[in-house]
C-alpha cells in the first residue's frame, strides 16, 4: 500500500469514528456522557482537517494516485 | 342459610378486607422493622382465620377487633413518622454489638445473644473472623449490619483511582414478543429504530423473550429459541479499537515521513487523538 492509502485509511477512519461518537451522543441518555462526547467532536474535526490537507499534498505530489 | 353457604360469604369478603389491609400496611409490613409490628402481622391474620370459619362468631365481633388492630398500629405508624422519641419507643433503637473492633458483651448479654449466635450472624454476613469486622449493630428488626474494616471492604474503582462512565437504568422495550411503547419512548427511541436493530441482528420482534437497551442506545436481546446465538453489542468495543488503531497509524506516519511540516502534523494529531481516547475510554468500557 502506498502512503498516500495509507493517510487515506486514516482520515476514513478518523471520519468514521466521528460518525460513531456522534451517534453515540444522540442516544446516550447521560448528561456527562453527552458532554465527554460532544468534547472529543472538535478534536477529531481538527485531526480530520490535518489530514484532509496531507491527502491534498500528497497527491499533489504524486499525481497517479490522484482520487479517492 | 347453611353454614357453608356462610362460611363462603365471610371468607370471600375477608379476603377482601384482608387485601385492602395488607395494601394500605403497604410494603413495610413486608419488611417487619419490628417484634410489634410482626406480631400484628399474625394477630391480624388470625383474627380473619377465625373469622372466617369460625361461623359462630359474630360478623361484628370479629370485624371490630380486626378494626382495632387495624387502626392502632396504623395511628401509631403515623405517628412514628411525625416524631423520633415515639418512633425510637415503638421501633427501638439499634444495639451496638461490636464498636471499634471489639465486641460489646454488655450489649450481647442485653439482647440476650449468645457468642455463638453472634458468629452466625456474622457469617450470614460473610464475616467468618469478628476480627475483620469495625462496627456492627443489631437492628430492630434483627438484623446484623456489619461494617467490615477498609481493608477487608471489597476494591472499589474509586480505591482503585479509576475513572467510570455513570450507569443509567436499561428500558425493557420487548417483553415476552411484544414492543413495550413507554419504555422505548423514555429511552428517547421508537419503534422503527427498534426493527432497525432487530433487522441488524436478523431476528423478528415475535422471536424476542426480553430486549433490553442501556444507558447509550445499546440493544441486548434474549430470544425465545436458546440455540440461536445473539452477537452482543460490540460498537463500542469496535469503536475504542478503531481510535486506537487510527492512533497507532499516525504516529506510523510521523515516524516514516521525512517532510518535517508533516512530521509535526502527524506527532500533534497522534497526541490529539491519545488525549480523546483517553476522554471517552471510561464510557466505551463496559
Same mark, same amino acid.
Do not use: C
Given at each position: 500500500? $502506498? =502512503?498516500?492509502?495509507?493517510?487515506?485509511?486514516?482520515?476514513?477512519? =478518523?471520519?468514521?469514528?466521528?460518525?460513531?461518537?456522534?451517534?453515540? $451522543?444522540?442516544?446516550?441518555?447521560?448528561?456527562?456522557?453527552?458532554?465527554?462526547?460532544?468534547?472529543?467532536?472538535?478534536?477529531?474535526?481538527?485531526?480530520?482537517?490535518?489530514?484532509?490537507?496531507? =491527502?491534498?499534498?500528497? +497527491?499533489?505530489? +504524486? +499525481?497517479?494516485?490522484?482520487?479517492? | 342459610?347453611?353454614?357453608?353457604? #356462610?362460611?363462603?360469604?365471610?371468607?370471600?369478603?375477608? !379476603?377482601?378486607?384482608?387485601?385492602?389491609?395488607?395494601?394500605? /400496611?403497604?410494603?413495610?409490613?413486608?419488611?417487619?422493622?419490628?417484634? /410489634?409490628?410482626?406480631?400484628?402481622?399474625?394477630?391480624?391474620?388470625?383474627?380473619?382465620? #377465625?373469622?372466617?370459619?369460625?361461623? #359462630?362468631?359474630?360478623?361484628?365481633?370479629?370485624?371490630?377487633?380486626?378494626?382495632?388492630?387495624?387502626?392502632?398500629?396504623?395511628?401509631?405508624?403515623?405517628?412514628?413518622?411525625?416524631?423520633?422519641? !415515639?418512633?425510637?419507643?415503638?421501633?427501638?433503637?439499634?444495639?451496638?454489638?461490636? *464498636?471499634?473492633?471489639?465486641?460489646?458483651?454488655?450489649?450481647?448479654?442485653?439482647?440476650? /445473644?449468645?457468642?455463638?449466635?453472634?458468629?452466625?450472624?456474622?457469617?450470614?454476613?460473610?464475616?467468618?473472623?469478628?476480627?475483620?469486622?469495625? /462496627?456492627?449493630?443489631?437492628?430492630?428488626?434483627?438484623?446484623?449490619?456489619?461494617?467490615?474494616? *477498609?481493608?477487608?471492604?471489597?476494591?472499589?474503582?474509586?480505591?482503585?483511582?479509576? &475513572?467510570?462512565?455513570?450507569?443509567?437504568?436499561?428500558? &425493557?422495550?420487548?417483553?415476552?414478543?411484544?414492543?413495550?411503547?413507554?419504555?422505548?419512548?423514555?429511552?428517547?427511541? #421508537?419503534?422503527?429504530?427498534?426493527?432497525?436493530?432487530?433487522?441488524?441482528?436478523?431476528?423478528?420482534?415475535?422471536?424476542?423473550?426480553?430486549?433490553?437497551?442501556?444507558?447509550?442506545?445499546?440493544?441486548?436481546?434474549?430470544?425465545?429459541?436458546?440455540?440461536?446465538?445473539?452477537?452482543?453489542?460490540?460498537? *463500542?468495543?469496535?469503536?475504542?479499537? &478503531?481510535?486506537?488503531?487510527?492512533?497507532?497509524?499516525?504516529?506510523?506516519?510521523?515516524?516514516?515521513?521525512?517532510?518535517?511540516?508533516?512530521?509535526?502534523?502527524? &506527532?500533534?494529531?497522534?497526541?490529539?487523538?491519545?488525549?480523546?481516547?483517553?476522554?471517552?475510554?471510561?464510557?466505551?468500557?463496559?
Amino acid at each position: 500500500m $502506498t =502512503v498516500d492509502s495509507q493517510v487515506k485509511q486514516s482520515l476514513a477512519s =478518523v471520519k468514521s469514528i466521528q460518525s460513531s461518537i456522534s451517534s453515540l $451522543t444522540a442516544r446516550s441518555q447521560d448528561k456527562q456522557a453527552i458532554e465527554i462526547f460532544q468534547q472529543a467532536l472538535p478534536i477529531l474535526d481538527e485531526i480530520k482537517n490535518d489530514l484532509q490537507q496531507r =491527502v491534498g499534498q500528497l +497527491e499533489h505530489e +504524486e +499525481e497517479q494516485y490522484k482520487g479517492f | 342459610m347453611p353454614e357453608w353457604g #356462610n362460611i363462603l360469604i365471610r371468607s370471600i369478603s375477608l !379476603v377482601v378486607i384482608v387485601f385492602i389491609v395488607a395494601k394500605i /400496611f403497604g410494603k413495610k409490613q413486608l419488611a417487619q422493622l419490628s417484634v /410489634f409490628e410482626y406480631m400484628v402481622g399474625i394477630v391480624i391474620a388470625m383474627i380473619a382465620a #377465625n373469622l372466617s370459619i369460625g361461623y #359462630n362468631i359474630p360478623v361484628a365481633h370479629g370485624l371490630l377487633g380486626l378494626m382495632t388492630w387495624f387502626f392502632i398500629p396504623l395511628a401509631l405508624s403515623f405517628l412514628a413518622i411525625k416524631s423520633k422519641p !415515639v418512633r425510637d419507643f415503638i421501633r427501638g433503637k439499634g444495639t451496638v454489638f461490636i *464498636k471499634d473492633g471489639k465486641v460489646m458483651e454488655d450489649n450481647l448479654k442485653k439482647e440476650q /445473644f449468645s457468642s455463638d449466635e453472634l458468629l452466625q450472624k456474622l457469617r450470614k454476613k460473610n464475616v467468618f473472623q469478628v476480627a475483620d469486622v469495625e /462496627f456492627a449493630v443489631l437492628e430492630a428488626d434483627g438484623d446484623l449490619s456489619v461494617l467490615p474494616k *477498609k481493608q477487608k471492604q471489597p476494591l472499589t474503582p474509586k480505591d482503585m483511582g479509576v &475513572t467510570v462512565a455513570p450507569i443509567k437504568e436499561p428500558q &425493557t422495550v420487548v417483553m415476552d414478543g411484544k414492543v413495550m411503547y413507554e419504555p422505548l419512548a423514555t429511552a428517547g427511541l #421508537n419503534k422503527n429504530w427498534l426493527e432497525t436493530e432487530l433487522d441488524k441482528l436478523g431476528v423478528s420482534i415475535e422471536n424476542v423473550y426480553l430486549a433490553q437497551v442501556d444507558g447509550y442506545g445499546q440493544l441486548n436481546i434474549d430470544l425465545f429459541d436458546d440455540q440461536l446465538q445473539t452477537p452482543s453489542p460490540q460498537e *463500542k468495543a469496535l469503536l475504542l479499537a &478503531t481510535m486506537k488503531k487510527t492512533q497507532a497509524d499516525l504516529e506510523l506516519f510521523a515516524l516514516n515521513t521525512e517532510n518535517k511540516t508533516a512530521k509535526q502534523m502527524y &506527532t500533534k494529531d497522534s497526541q490529539q487523538l491519545q488525549q480523546v481516547i483517553d476522554l471517552v475510554k471510561p464510557f466505551l468500557s463496559d
